[in-house]
């Protein structure tokens, strides 16, 4: 099979993450005998600095133009640190997000075997955790209309939905709770929010045409807390944009580290693939980063593509070199500490 990927490397560790992930892909290719043609393109603070645009309409084209595509991170702390900027990084992600109708983010949350200990949370609490979350991405306050009033003196974002894109990711959960255990948590704030009243109804209104899903409505604050309480409590949760932004970074602390979570962004067009931890500045050139995410993000999307075999390759030696203790610094307690470059090598020899 051919493939076409576009290749979008981002800030900070991104450029060191993705490196990983292309040696492990073209170790998959040459095993099973498909062709990767990667294009990479400029995105995030890297693109500001180039074109003055951290999403450039070429970047656009590149992704439209592609199977899929495998994104690093964004973000750069000179921006962070600079509330009067007018350009900033993460505008180039919203906009990707956008432009490209990435409507849903999966976030599968889960454990290793061998990594079980170096979670902060009990092991008897979080073993056999496997969840996954479906985050709206490119509606909600992210995208609200926002400004200031009063001489700067007051601020506003807005929550608007649509019951249009409240049932597209709905239905999404409801297909993915089918081939899962039927279950599905709808996460709102629907004691308080009209937004989420919306949602809750929406989804109560699809119950119907699925009648073998069994669907819970729960706060989102509880789900904060029982997240890390009762994680083998849930399998498919549906939530907007915030909400998930913000449960899917509680959830990762499951698995022991930012550094393994990948995720995938659904939608109209071409889906993206990207870890879902950020750019992390203070590693970035050091060498030092997990790759994990980013290659797990890579099984994801051979997944997508029907290459089932191929995506369980990368997870099994995934699994093998963290029981083998092949792993970055985050993951490294008493032992030795890998290069991410040194894991990406292994890897790809492993495959
Ligand atoms: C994420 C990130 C982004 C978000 C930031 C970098 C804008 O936290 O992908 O979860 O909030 O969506
Ligand atoms: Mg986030």
New binding site residues.
Partial sequence: MKLKIALLAGDGIGPEVIDQAVKVCDAVATKFNHQINWTPALTGAAAIDAVGEPYPDATHEVCLAADAVLFGA??HPRFDNDPSAKVRP?QG??KMRKKLGLFA?VRPTFTFPSLIDKSPLKRERIEGTDLVFLRE?TGGI?FGERGRQDNGNTAFDTCTYTRVEVTRLAKKGFEMAMKRSKKLCCVDKANVLESSRLWRETVQDMEKDYPEVSVSYEFVDAVAMRLVQWPNSYDVLITE?LFG?IL??EASVISGSMGLMPSASLGEKVALY?P?H?SYPQAAGKDIANPLATILSAAMLFDDQGLAEEAQAIRTVVDRSLTEGIVTEDLAENSKAYKTSEVGDWLATHI
Avoid: H, P, R, V
């Fill in positions: 964004i973000g993460e992600l919203l983010n991405l992210y944009n932004d899917t970074d990207e879902i950020g």
